[in-house]
C-alpha cells in the first residue's frame, strides 16, 4: 500500500512545463537511438574526410591550416559527447567540406606551369637531393668518407654542384692530398662547374702548405683571367706561400692589395709578423710591425679585446671599423715578436717595444712580462735586476702568477739570494691567502 502511494505521489510532482502526461518510455529510446545514429554519421564524414585530406596533402598549406583547425573543433565536440551541439559540428562539417572541395578545384585548375610541382612533390627534388648529400658531406670527418658520399650521390642520379666540389677540395687540403685536390679540379672543368673564390682560396692554400710557390701563382693568374677579384683571405694564404725563401715577394702584396682596393688589416699583419719570426727574419718581422704602425690611425683607440695566449690561434681578435677591417697593432702583434726577441736573449730591443706598445695605448699582460723576466733569466741577470719588472707588474694592476714567481725563484736558488727568495715566498703565501679568502667571500655571497 506504502509503495503505490510513492508512485502515485512522484507521478503527481512531475509536470511538463504546458502541462499533460509525460512522455512514453519507447520516445526517449527513439530519442536516444537517433543521437546515437547522428554521432556515427558525424564520426564517419569525419573520418572520409580525414582520408580525402591526406590525399590531397601536398596540394597546398594554407587550406590544411584552416582543415586541421576545424577537424580539432569536430574532435573536441565529439569527444566530450555533446548531442546538444551537433547543430555546430554539422556547420563545422559543411565549411570541412567546402574548403577540402576548393582546394581540389584549384589544384585542377592550376596553371601548366605548377601542375608539373605538385604532382612531383611525393619525390624529392634534385635541388633537395644535393642539400642532403652535401650536408652529409660537410659532417664527414675523413677524406674516403667524403668520396664515398660522392660516390653514392653519383650512382643515386644527383649531380655534384659547386658546393660539393668545394667540399671536396677542403677535404683534399686538410689531408694534405694537394694532387686530389687538382684531380677534383679537373672533374669540376669537365663537368662545366667553374671555380669560385672560394676553391681558388682552397687551392692556395694547399699550394701553401705544400711549398708549392709557382702553382700558386699560377692560379692567381688563372683566376684573374677569369675575372674574379681576390680577396685579403687569399692574399694572406699568398703570403704564407711566400714566405718560405721569398719574403720580398711576400712583402709585394700589400701594394697588390692596396691597388686592388683591399686595405690590409692587423690580421695579414700579424701572419706576416709570424711567417717571419718562423724563418727567424727578426728584420722582416719588424718592417712587417713597422708597416702595421703606419698604416694605423694617428690616435688609435686603446685595445679592449682580451689579449691572447701564447699558444692561443694564429688569428687575432679585432674589431670592426667603418672600412670593415682594423689596420692597427694589437697585443699579439707586439707580443710575438717581444716573446721572440725574450728567448734569443734580446731582452733591451724587447723592453723598447714594450715601451712603443705603450705609446700606443697598448697595456702588457703578464704573459709579456713573463717573457721579460724570462729574456733576463736567460742572460743570467742578477734576480735584482728582475725586481723592477715585478714592480712595474704591481703598478700596471696585474697580479703576478705561477710563473711569475717560478721564474723568480729559479733565479734566486741559481745565485744563492735565499733572502730574496723567501721574501717571494712570503708574497706569493700572501697573495695565495688573499685570493682564498676573496674567493671564500663570493661562495659564501653566493
Request: neutral net charge; glycine residues 4%.
Amino acid at each position: 500500500m506504502s509503495e503505490r502511494a510513492s508512485e502515485t505521489r512522484a507521478a503527481s510532482e512531475w509536470r511538463p512545463c504546458g502541462g499533460g502526461s509525460p512522455p512514453p518510455r519507447g520516445c526517449c529510446v527513439l530519442l536516444a537511438c537517433l543521437l546515437l545514429l547522428l554521432l556515427i554519421m558525424a564520426t564517419t564524414m569525419m573520418m572520409m574526410l580525414v582520408r580525402s585530406l591526406r590525399r590531397h596533402r601536398s596540394v597546398s598549406s594554407s587550406p590544411l591550416d584552416s582543415t586541421k583547425f576545424l577537424l580539432d573543433g569536430v574532435t573536441l565536440r565529439l569527444r566530450h559527447q555533446q548531442p546538444m551541439a551537433l547543430v555546430g559540428t554539422w556547420r563545422l562539417l559543411r565549411l570541412l567540406t567546402s574548403t577540402t572541395t576548393s582546394t581540389k578545384t584549384s589544384s585542377s585548375t592550376s596553371s601548366p606551369s605548377t601542375a608539373p610541382r605538385s604532382t612531383s612533390s611525393s619525390s624529392p627534388s634534385p635541388h633537395d637531393a644535393q642539400r642532403k648529400y652535401n650536408l652529409q658531406l660537410k659532417q664527414a670527418t675523413e677524406i674516403e668518407e667524403a668520396f664515398a658520399i660522392v660516390a653514392r650521390m653519383k650512382r643515386a642520379s644527383v649531380a655534384p654542384d659547386k658546393i660539393t666540389y668545394n667540399s671536396l677540395l677542403h677535404h683534399c687540403i686538410n689531408a694534405g692530398q694537394l694532387a686530389r685536390a687538382f684531380e677534383v679540379v679537373d672533374e669540376m672543368r669537365a663537368a662545366g662547374v667553374p671555380l669560385d673564390l672560394f676553391a681558388y682560396t682552397t687551392l692556395i692554400n694547399g699550394c701553401a702548405k705544400a711549398s708549392d710557390i709557382d702553382r700558386a701563382f699560377e692560379l692567381l693568374a688563372e683566376m684573374r683571367a677569369a675575372g674574379i677579384v681576390p680577396d685579403q683571405v687569399l692574399y694572406t694564404s699568398l703570403m704564407r706561400c711566400c714566405c718560405v725563401g721569398q719574403l720580398s715577394r711576400a712583402f709585394g702584396f700589400v701594394d697588390d692589395m692596396h691597388n686592388s682596393g683591399i686595405k690590409p688589416d692587423a690580421v695579414f699583419y700579424n701572419a706576416l709578423i709570424r711567417e717571419c719570426l718562423a724563418v727567424d727574419d727578426v728584420a722582416g718581422a719588424r718592417k712587417a710591425l713597422s708597416m702595421l704602425c703606419a698604416a694605423a690611425s694617428p690616435s688609435p683607440a686603446p685595445s679592449t679585446t682580451p689579449t691572447p695566449t701564447p699558444s692561443s690561434s694564429s688569428t687575432s681578435p679585432t674589431s670592426s671599423n667603418s672600412d670593415g677591417n682594423v689596420t692597427r697593432p694589437n697585443m699579439y702583434s707586439f707580443k710575438m715578436l717581444i716573446m721572440y726577441l725574450c728567448d734569443h736573449e734580446q731582452v733591451e730591443a724587447a723592453c723598447e717595444l714594450v715601451a712603443e706598445m705603450q705609446s700606443l695605448g697598448l697595456r702588457p699582460d703578464t704573459y709579456t712580462y713573463n717573457s721579460l723576466l724570462k729574456g733576463l733569466m736567460l742572460q743570467s741577470t742578477p734576480v735584482q735586476h728582475a725586481m723592477p719588472v715585478l714592480e712595474s707588474m704591481y703598478n700596471a694592476g696585474l697580479a703576478p702568477n705561477r710563473s711569475t714567481y717560478t721564474l723568480l725563484l729559479a733565479a734566486c736558488t741559481e745565485s744563492g739570494q735565499i733572502d730574496i727568495a723567501i721574501k717571494l715566498l712570503e708574497q706569493l703565501r700572501a697573495r695565495s691567502e688573499e685570493h682564498t679568502s676573496e674567493l671564500q667571500s663570493r661562495l659564501h655571497l653566493v
